[in-house]
């Protein structure tokens, strides 16, 4: 049965790639002063919440809506065609009930039909790497199930390792305590974090300086990367391009020859971490807590 793969913006890709790939995507939102914000995948809209949150402002995010997936996921059953939804975290958004709601509905109205959904336990280009896989292996003639076991087994394979500059927005989401952040950030301390198997943010080291942490981000690569399993690596960074760049350099100095790409941190993601981070991701062991 021919299907469609379908994301949320937490992807962290770009619109254009998104398009490259032909997957729609569900919107998450930014709550700002008031004002509602989609997260369409733009830089400018990243770059606009940073700005915003250099300030002072604390902006607050909201899940995709029942209707949001309705609204992409219905014409592709119309088609004929079955959906894979790369999804998410569950313990990082309520994005996933939405989508279990109109899963529901839609199957009522559809019941020869099939709509699966993945918790990708990723986050940022994480799980936009782990949908970039799906892709690859749907055009390369899988079908629905064995695409839907692959990305399954796979998830978990998928590292995230991140530095930030700046211990204030992780207080503010309950992260670290204030104390924590103020003693951090007087002694020029840059937490490294990663994800767990469940996709939850997790602190897993402490370093001191901006510059040896981002050398430690290329030593952890170089510690859990699985080279056979790698065809590229993403690096994503919130308005921290330069640093990305450097990133980056270090990456191919030390894997001649590695596709290495970039991509912004988009607004969702960001409000929680804050501009100035940096993360890298790449296939490699299976994530422990």
């Known amino acids: 049965m021919a299907y469609r793969i379908t994301t949320d913006s937490t992807v962290d890709l770009t619109p254009e790639r998104m398009q490259e790939l032909g997957v729609p995507f569900a919107m998450l939102h930014v709550l700002l002063d008031g004002k509602d914000l989609p997260d369409d995948m733009k830089e400018s809209s990243a770059l606009y919440i940073y700005n915003a949150m250099r300030e002072g402002h604390a902006p607050t995010t909201a899940q995709a809506t029942v209707e949001s997936f309705l609204e992409i996921w219905e014409p592709i059953l119309k088609a004929e065609e079955d959906v894979l939804y790369i999804a998410f975290p569950s313990v990082l958004s309520g994005t996933i009930n939405s989508a279990l709601v109109a899963k529901e509905q839609l199957l009522e109205r559809y019941p020869e039909r099939r709509i699966e959904i993945v918790d990708s336990a990723s986050a940022s280009s994480g799980e936009g790497m782990l949908l970039e896989h799906a892709v690859r292996l749907k055009n390369s003639g899988l079908g629905f199930d064995e695409c839907l076991a692959a990305v399954e087994k796979l998830k978990l394979r998928i590292h995230h390792w991140f530095t930030v500059d700046d211990l204030v927005y992780l207080r503010r989401g309950g992260r670290i305590s204030g104390a924590a952040a103020t003693i951090a950030t007087l002694l020029s301390i840059k937490p ?98």
Request: hydrophobic share 40%; aromatic share 6%.
């Open 192 to 289: 490294i974090l990663t994800v767990t198997p469940e996709g939850r943010l997790v602190s897993h080291d402490k370093i001191k300086g901006r510059r040896a942490a981002i050398k430690k981000l290329v030593k952890l690569l170089e510690e859990n990367i699985n080279l056979e399993d790698t065809p590229f690596v993403n690096i994503c960074h919130a308005d921290s391009r330069v640093e990305a760049q450097q990133l980056m350099e270090l990456i191919t100095e030390r894997f001649p020859g590695m596709d290495v790409r970039i991509y912004s941190i988009g607004a969702v993601i960001g409000a929680h971490v804050g501009p100035g981070t940096l993360a890298v991701f790449f296939v490699g062991t299976e994530r422990k807590n």
